[in-house]
Structures are given as C-alpha cells and as structure tokens.
C-alpha cells in the first residue's frame, strides 16, 4: 500500500514539474527533457544525503530539521559524515540543500543562484557522477536549466519549481525494490521516449523482454551465487535491459560497462544507475560510437565481459562510416562481413549484424549474451546472417532462441526474436516459438502485444529446464541445426504430425465409390462445358 501510494505521489511531482514547463512553452521539448529530469535528479540526490545522513548521525535524525543540524557542524565533522555515506551518495554542502533555495527565493537573479547551485554539485561530484564521451570529455551531471526558459520568466519559474519540490520528500522510498523505480523510471521518460534524440537511441525496450532476458541469462537458482561480474550493452539506450541484469545478479555483484552514441541516452542511462544503486559503475558509460569507436579496452584487444544485453538498432545509414569500418583492425571483430551501401534506401542497411558480430567478439570464453534481433536473421539462407549463425554453431557458442509476438514493440512493425548466446555451451540449443502468445492492446496510434506474467514465466521455464514442449518449443543438438542449413526458427524443428483413421473395408469401398461418383460428375461437367464452348465457336461468324 504504501509503495502504490508513493508511486501516485512521485508520480504527481513529475505531472506538477512538466505543468510548470508547458505553461513556460517549453512542452515536451528538448528544454522540459533536460529540466526534469535534473531537477528530480537534484531532488533525489538531496533526499537520499539527508537519509543517508540520519541514518550515520543520531543528531541529524532527532532534529526537527535535518538541514539545520547539518549547517551547525564543522567543516570536519561534516567531511567525516560524508566519508561514512557511501560512493553512491552526492557529496553536498549546505548551500547545495533545497531548503537553502527556497530561502532565498526571492532573492535578486534567483535564477543565477539556482543553476549555479546545480552546477557546483556537478562540478564537486563530477569524479563520481560524470559520464565520459569516447574522446575522454566529461558530462556534468547538471547543466544552466534556466536557460531553458525566457529571461524574464525565469526567476518566476525557478521559483515555482523549488516550491513544488518542497512539498515532496524521497526519504520513505529509499528502501524500496527494483520493481518500484523502475516503474517511476518509466513514467519519467515516457513522454521523451523515441529513438529522435539520437543516431543509435533505443530508450526502452519493453519489461516483458527485458525480464525474459534476465531470468534466462541468470536464472533462480544462480541469483545471489553470481559476483564479482561485468555486464555489458553496446548500445545502452536508458539501460533497461541492465538494470534487469543487474538486479538479478544483485547491484552490488556486478559492475556495468555502457557505450551509447546518443548524449540524451546516456544522461537517461546515468538516472537510471542513480536510481537502481548502481553508482559505482557511472564511470564505465560511455558517450560515443560504439562500432567506430570501441572505448572499452584491455590493451589494444575489446575488453571481454561475463554478460551482455542488448537491443541494437536494427536498420540504419551508416554509410558515411562504412569504408572505416571496413579496416584491417575490425578484420576479426567484423568476421561476418560488413553491409554494403546500396545506391538508394540507405537507411536499411543492416547495422544490427555489426553490433551482434561486436557482441560475439566481446563476450568471455564462459560468458553469455541475449541480443534482440529481427526474426529474419534466425532462417536468412545467405549473406552475413547466415554466416554470423554458423559461426555460432561451429565455434558452440549457442544457448537458444526465443521468437517473439508481433508488435511486441510498439514503436515497429518487425518481428523480434531474442537470441541467447553461450560460449560454453556444448549441449542442446533451445528453440521457442512464442509468436502466438500474448494480448493485442492499442497504444497510442500504435497497436502492441502484450504478454502476461504467466506467458512470461512460461517462456522463462521452458527455455531453462530445456524443455520440448508440442507446437511451441524444441531442444535441438548443433548437428541438427547444420543439416537444417543453420536454421534457428523453432517451428522447422517441429514434428510434423499424420492422423491416421482405422476404417472398415466396407467404409474404405464407400468412400472410394464416393470419390469415383465425384469424379463422374465433374467430368461430365466438363464434357457439357466443352461442347457448349464448341457451339458457340461454331456460331462465330467474320463481319
């Protein structure tokens, strides 16, 4: 009850700060992007010190305003709290805390004041919580937000903003799970959540396959033995696919790596690791082209990684990069082959078969990987694909296969399958034919699919108990997929079934006499038909 009533309370603060950023004009654009989701960042952040801080300081808890016992302590004792707090708590002054702010609302150029505020937490945090662009650049967490708005408005709106925080506190809400941010996650973004901010941007890819993919790459009963990992996505987006990962394996036994093209992604990203207490891996996301410029490294060779996620843009114009793709360097990451530019439709080149041929050439020699990719890639009789699954038979680095419903997103029209790499699997591979599975809803203007929790569970248990299960699922041994040319569609495993019917000899002599009558029917017909024909051709005459 009480995480349902903080959702609509969270929830309520989002709808208040976007209500503030429309009546300014500044509805879902690019401004209201960066302007909520700072402020709920800098909201967060200001909350969680003051719970961490009352936890460690029995004074701060006690007193009617945690803010006031904080100012009262010395430089040192408040350096000493802070170094009890944790990496993954903003290190904040008292003139960083909201109550300062809305004191000094009214304060000439308040504005100023705000966003200076905001950008010295930025720049007293920017170790922990800047993200890294491929060229070595830092992001700050927050950026001038005020600029946003027209000169004259903008005291006006900080202050309107500082009063609806006011009313708001985090501090009850620390202590929930996954589940719970990351519906409040989904809600902040919703309206920002389109691939139009970025080249390769993929924000969110739905629960549903978020959550098969996690229970299939770390199933029940290896969560909470798994640590000590890396997890990895080339092509991040918002991060859901990790944050499921991670919060399978636990957010304190894993480390995340990310590398997304897309500034706006990436900022998504480092909100989402925030939220999920995943701190400590802000330092491993990336801001840069992922197969142009590969940043995570051991040397000169990919840096390997024990998990890694990822739903990939599927077609895409890359041609402009394509003659430094195809290098003596990406020789063996790019084994498959690179796509050709075609004279016309050059945003349909196939870009995902890049990042899934990058995915191969990252995962470790134990490791394992799940990549959304369109079904056309799993029976593909030729060209890159096709020499993408070979390799992925020859060298037995395959778990399975999952194809899913239709309209699973609801943003395209392209079938989906799930493709579960092993890199130590010798065994059987999986095949699992879910097309048929789940409810068709409207969203929006768009029509989707969606599956239910049970639908879910069902794909997750058969998948892991490796399970063949008629007309919907088959384990099948990488010999049998060489002899079906490579073939990873479940159905071409199917068995194909003959009903035979045990008749008397009398009811087999009816039915054939039955079908001899037929016959003589019809060929009388026919013979009727061809001197009819014949007679009006007869009748024909040259005028």
């Given at each position: 009850?009480?995480?349902?009533?903080?959702?609509?309370k969270?929830k309520?603060?989002?709808?208040?700060?976007?209500?503030?950023?429309?009546?300014?004009?500044?509805?879902?654009?690019?401004?209201?992007?960066e302007?909520?989701?700072?402020?709920?960042?800098?909201?967060?952040?200001n909350d969680?010190?003051?719970?961490?801080?009352?936890?460690?300081?029995s004074?701060?808890?006690?007193?009617?305003?945690?803010?006031?016992?904080?100012?009262?302590?010395?430089?040192?004792?408040?350096?000493?709290?802070?170094l009890?707090m944790?990496?993954d708590?903003?290190?904040?002054?008292?003139?960083?805390?909201?109550s300062?702010?809305?004191?000094?609302?009214?304060a000439?150029?308040?504005?100023?004041l705000?966003?200076?505020?905001l950008?010295?937490?930025?720049?007293?945090?920017?170790?922990?919580?800047a993200?890294?662009?491929?060229?070595?650049?830092?992001v700050q967490?927050?950026t001038?937000?005020?600029?946003?708005?027209?000169?004259?408005?903008?005291?006006?709106f900080c202050?309107?903003?500082i009063?609806?925080?006011?009313?708001?506190?985090?501090?009850?809400?620390?202590?929930?799970k996954?589940?719970?941010?990351?519906?409040?996650f989904e809600?902040?973004?919703?309206?920002?959540?389109?691939?139009?901010?970025?080249?390769?941007?993929?924000?969110?890819?739905?629960?549903?396959?978020?959550?098969?993919?996690?229970e299939?790459l770390v199933?029940k009963?290896?969560?909470?033995k798994?640590?000590?990992?890396?997890?990895?996505?080339?092509?991040?987006?918002s991060?859901?696919?990790?944050?499921?990962?991670?919060?399978?394996?636990?957010?304190n036994?894993?480390?995340?790596?990310?590398?997304?093209?897309?500034?706006?992604?990436?900022?998504?990203?480092?909100?989402n690791?925030?939220?999920?207490?995943?701190?400590?891996?802000i330092?491993?996301?990336?801001?840069?082209?992922?197969?142009l410029?590969?940043?995570?490294?051991?040397?000169?060779?990919?840096?390997?990684?024990?998990?890694?996620?990822s739903n990939?843009?599927?077609?895409?114009d890359?041609?402009?990069?394509?003659?430094?793709?195809?290098?003596?360097?990406?020789?063996?990451?790019?084994?498959?082959?690179?796509?050709?530019?075609?004279?016309?439709?050059?945003?349909?080149m196939?870009?995902?078969?890049?990042?899934l041929?990058?995915?191969?050439?990252s995962v470790?020699?134990?490791?394992k990987?799940?990549?959304?990719?369109?079904?056309g890639?799993?029976?593909?009789?030729?060209g890159i694909d096709k020499?993408?699954?070979?390799?992925?038979?020859r060298?037995?680095?395959?778990?399975?296969?999952?194809?899913?419903?239709?309209?699973?997103?609801?943003?395209?029209?392209?079938?989906?399958?799930?493709?579960?790499?092993?890199?130590?699997?010798?065994?059987?591979?999986?095949l699992?034919?879910?097309?048929?599975?789940?409810?068709?809803?409207?969203?929006?203007?768009?029509?989707?699919?969606?599956?239910?929790?049970?639908?879910?569970?069902?794909i997750?248990?058969?998948?892991?108990a490796?399970?063949a299960?008629?007309?919907?699922?088959v384990?099948?041994?990488y010999?049998?997929?060489?002899?079906?040319n490579?073939?990873?569609?479940?159905?071409?495993?199917?068995?194909?079934k003959?009903?035979?019917?045990?008749?008397?000899?009398?009811e087999?002599?009816?039915?054939?006499?039955?079908?001899t009558?037929?016959?003589?029917?019809?060929?009388?017909?026919?013979?009727?038909?061809?001197?009819?024909?014949?007679?009006?051709?007869?009748?024909?005459?040259?005028?």
């Amino acid at each position: 009850m009480v995480e349902l009533e903080f959702q609509q309370k969270t929830k309520t603060l989002i709808d208040s700060l976007k209500s503030i950023c429309a009546s300014n004009g500044l509805g879902n654009s690019t401004g209201e992007f960066e302007i909520i989701t700072q402020v709920f960042l800098y909201k967060f952040l200001n909350d969680k010190f003051a719970f961490e801080a009352k936890k460690i300081d029995s004074k701060v808890a006690s007193s009617e305003k945690w803010e006031e016992a904080l100012v009262s302590m010395s430089e040192d004792e408040l350096e000493m709290l802070q170094l009890q707090m944790g990496g993954d708590t903003a290190r904040l002054k008292p003139h960083h805390f909201l109550s300062h702010l809305f004191k000094q609302q009214y304060a000439p150029d308040f504005a100023r004041l705000f966003d200076d505020t905001l950008i010295d937490i930025a720049i007293e945090n920017n170790d922990v919580f800047a993200v890294m662009t491929d060229s070595g650049e830092k992001v700050q967490l927050f950026t001038r937000i005020s600029e946003n708005v027209t000169v004259s408005k903008r005291d006006a709106f900080c202050r309107a903003i500082i009063n609806k925080l006011v009313e708001f506190s985090f501090e009850r809400i620390f202590t929930q799970k996954f589940d719970f941010y990351a519906t409040i996650f989904e809600y902040l973004i919703k309206d920002y959540n389109s691939n139009s901010g970025g080249k390769y941007a993929e924000y969110y890819t739905p629960h549903a396959v978020a959550r098969i993919m996690a229970e299939i790459l770390v199933p029940k009963d290896v969560q909470g033995k798994v640590k000590n990992v890396n997890c990895y996505d080339p092509s991040a987006g918002s991060g859901t696919l990790l944050m499921n990962v991670a919060h399978a394996i636990g957010e304190n036994r894993c480390s995340i790596y990310t590398q997304d093209i897309s500034k706006k992604s990436s900022n998504l990203l480092r909100l989402n690791l925030i939220l999920n207490n995943l701190v400590h891996s802000i330092p491993n996301v990336i801001e840069g082209d992922t197969l142009l410029h590969p940043h995570h490294k051991d040397g000169l060779q990919l840096k390997k990684f024990d998990y890694i996620v990822s739903n990939p843009p599927f077609k895409l114009d890359f041609s402009d990069i394509r003659s430094k793709l195809d290098s003596k360097e990406n020789k063996d990451r790019f084994f498959a082959g690179i796509p050709k530019a075609p004279a016309k439709a050059k945003d349909k080149m196939a870009i995902y078969s890049l990042f899934l041929q990058h995915i191969i050439a990252s995962v470790k020699p134990n490791g394992k990987a799940a990549v959304v990719v369109p079904t056309g890639f799993i029976t593909a009789q030729s060209g890159i694909d096709k020499k993408i699954r070979e390799h992925l038979v020859r060298n037995k680095m395959l778990a399975g296969v999952v194809s899913m419903p239709s309209n699973i997103f609801a943003t395209t029209g392209t079938n989906v399958s799930i493709l579960f790499i092993d890199a130590s699997n010798d065994g059987d591979v999986v095949l699992v034919d879910a097309s048929n599975l789940g409810q068709k809803v409207k969203d929006g203007k768009n029509q989707k699919t969606v599956l239910t929790p049970f639908e879910e569970q069902q794909i997750i248990d058969v998948f892991n108990a490796r399970k063949a299960v008629e007309d919907f699922s088959v384990a099948v041994s990488y010999n049998d997929i060489e002899a079906k040319n490579y073939s990873l569609s479940a159905g071409q495993y199917f068995d194909v079934k003959i009903e035979y019917v045990d008749i008397s000899p009398e009811e087999f002599a009816q039915k054939l006499q039955n079908f001899t009558n037929d016959l003589d029917g019809l060929f009388s017909q026919s013979r009727e038909l061809e001197a009819e024909i014949k007679e009006h051709l007869t009748g024909l005459k040259y005028e």
